[in-house]
């Protein structure tokens, strides 16, 4: 399962041949450099890895570890911020030279594709808000300030416990989420964009991952 890792710049509109409104999240995805192989002699399986990002001297200085950045010493190439793995058949990794890049050429108009990203955040969140529960009636006689609170969660006697998984009040956002079926609308190479139909997780400026879609 081969994929790209870019950064989410924001939303916009195209209009169709046909006049119509498309909403699309525009991904650029600056050429990812093929930092390794994962094969099936050494490590069981096989993928390739992409590194995304390629950092400055004062933010290697700054930023990583000594061992994170002996991964490129070792390999003679320029330190990057992020390093991921995609799955591919054994024949395809020698699509996919150690050192060459790949660009947004990997996809085309009208694929489909599924994109992963980090939620935004929200903070500590209410049930209502977080498991969207409908809350108690605001007419109810003589109860106060409990209209949006979630109620008993005991269990009495047996099993005597919460069961773990309950919905409760908690942190709401900043979960790893994944779009499907998503389809490329556009491919801006000279610019290294994708623009994609719809909505994608996270805040502007947050990284993604597009692969082609499973379903």
Known sequence: MKGLIGKKIGMTTVFAEDGASIPVTVVEVTPNLVFGHRTLERDGYTAVQLAHGEMDEKSVSQRETKPYLGQFKKKGQKAHKLIKEFRVGEKELNDFAVGSQVTVALFKKGDKVDVTGTSRGFGFAGVVKRHHMKGQ??????????????????MRKTPGRV???KRMPGHMGVEKKTVQKLTVIEVVAESNLLLISGSVPGYDKSIVVVRPAVK
């Open 163 to 165: 069961f773990k998984g």
């Open 137 to 154: 009636a605001r007419n109810a006689a003589s109860a106060h300030e409990v209209h949006r609170h979630m109620g008993a969660v005991g």
